[in-house]
């Protein structure tokens, strides 16, 4: 097999075979291994417990817009790509050298995780894109007569449309693998007698992937070095520039209005900060000027969380993409030698990819957070009510009172028995007002 995928290489720069660079790729390699499968195991099972967050959050009523049913649709996707890499992860680390462990059913799934994951990944990578170029053409029409309207249909047919995209550029990669029957003891070291002349399932390259001077395996590697990683990344390298170019603009224009709205209004002089920030009600409500500002920097402060994002994307998927490339261009020694010694790395870089938007949403976005304490930390649990009272128009009673009650003034809790639950039910009542992201 490794003998026919030599012919179809694509070799323009040899490489020696004997490096001391591919010794240090081998040590990070022989470093990391041990730990590799532990540490993906633990990052599949937190990211998607925060992916299913980010799901339940985002469909609900009041954030149902279309930056957001991107952001669902790619909460989906990372969460089809982590769980069947759980699946592979748990199966193929702790099995034994069983048959039944190398069976062809395994080997189906182990076909159908490589389709998955490529496509669940690429369609999270165009995605992102589709979600830089919504948030770009809308800053860039915000100062326009026609502003730029776009609705949840519009969002619907672009997942729809990214979702399809990616499934017919996979097609080669369809095509592309077979499943071999193998003696079980060429494939693992089996231990029991009885088991020496059974046979595995692996699944490896068709025959047809090889017909044509190699053309499908030519097609579905340059599909999936170029087309789902070079070029997303470049596109968002591009948006990423744009956006923060708009930004740096904007927030110039903005201080220029705070500069100038600043001297007086209505015959006083407000505090910029204060007003700037909601603190100072009445010069927010008296200077409109100072109200836009406040507007403007919530819509600046949705596109740095969104330019967070992208940022995330082209940190863990720019690296992939190069070394694919790489790997095409130069021979087989750099395949053996260093992409495969770093290939772990990779994959552990995609994994946190998918698991860091939950934190970005959370450090970011306080509509997100209340949303999210409304859903998964609820005011009632186990059939008590815990109140925060409010310490204004709070007057502490004197000591003999307090000895006579024999209660504490300074504890600001009540606990109420709610007749509806049959446990203690804990609320918490002092919440800040929800704000946009």
Not at 44 to 61: D, P
Not at 144 to 156: D, E, F, G
Not at 291 to 311: E, F, G, K, Q, W
Not at 350 to 376: D, G, H, P, W
């Amino acid at each position: 097999m490794m003998s026919n995928l030599k012919r179809c290489q694509t070799v323009i720069i040899e490489l020696p075979e004997r490096s001391i660079v591919y010794d240090w790729f081998y040590a990070i390699h022989t470093f990391y291994r041990p730990i590799h499968a532990y540490l993906s195991i633990i990052i599949c099972i937190l990211g998607a417990m925060c992916n299913f967050c980010n799901i339940v959050v985002l469909t609900r009523k009041r954030m149902r817009t279309p930056v957001n049913m991107i952001l669902t649709a790619m909460a989906c996707c990372d969460t089809v790509v982590l769980f069947s890499n759980l699946v592979y992860t748990t199966h193929y680390t702790f099995t034994n050298c069983h048959p039944e462990q190398w069976s062809y059913g395994w080997a189906i799934f182990l076909v159908c995780h490589a389709h998955l994951s490529l496509i669940g990944h690429s369609s999270s990578i165009w995605l992102s894109v589709m979600l830089a170029l919504i948030r770009y053409m809308t800053l860039r029409s915000r100062k326009k007569v026609n502003v730029l309207q776009i609705h949840l249909r519009h969002s619907y047919m672009a997942i729809a449309i990214v979702v399809l995209f990616v499934t017919l550029m996979n097609t080669p990669n369809f095509l592309a693998y077979k499943i071999f029957e193998m003696r079980l003891s060429e494939t693992c070291n089996t231990t029991d007698i009885g088991n020496l002349d059974a046979f595995a399932y692996i699944p490896g390259v068709s025959d047809l992937a090889l017909e044509a001077h190699c053309l499908t395996f030519r097609m579905a590697f340059w599909i999936s070095g170029t087309l789902f990683k070079m070029i997303p990344c470049l596109l968002l390298s591009s948006f990423v520039w744009l956006l923060m170019k708009i930004l740096t603009k904007v927030q110039q224009n903005r201080l220029k209005l705070l500069y100038n709205s600043s001297r007086y209004c209505d015959g006083k002089k407000y505090d910029d900060r204060k007003a700037y920030q909601g603190r100072n009600k009445n010069a927010s409500d008296s200077c409109p000027a100072k109200t836009n500002a406040s507007t403007v920097y919530r819509a600046d402060r949705t596109t740095r969380m969104l330019l967070t994002i992208l940022c995330v994307f082209l940190i863990t998927e720019l690296p992939q993409g190069i070394m694919m490339l790489l790997s095409g261009i130069l021979p087989e020694a750099f395949r053996r030698h260093i992409y495969n010694s770093l290939g772990d790395l990779l994959d552990l870089l995609s994994l946190c990819n998918a698991c860091t938007t939950f934190i970005i949403y959370c450090s970011m976005s306080e509509q997100f957070r209340n949303e999210f304490k409304q859903v998964f930390l609820p005011y009632s649990l186990f059939g008590y009510k815990l109140k925060w009272k409010s310490k204004q128009g709070y007057k502490q009673p004197s000591s003999s009172a307090q000895s006579s009650t024999g209660t504490n003034s300074k504890t600001n809790f009540e606990l109420h028995w709610n007749t509806k639950h049959n446990g203690p039910l804990v609320s918490v009542t002092s919440e800040l007002p929800m704000e946009g992201p």
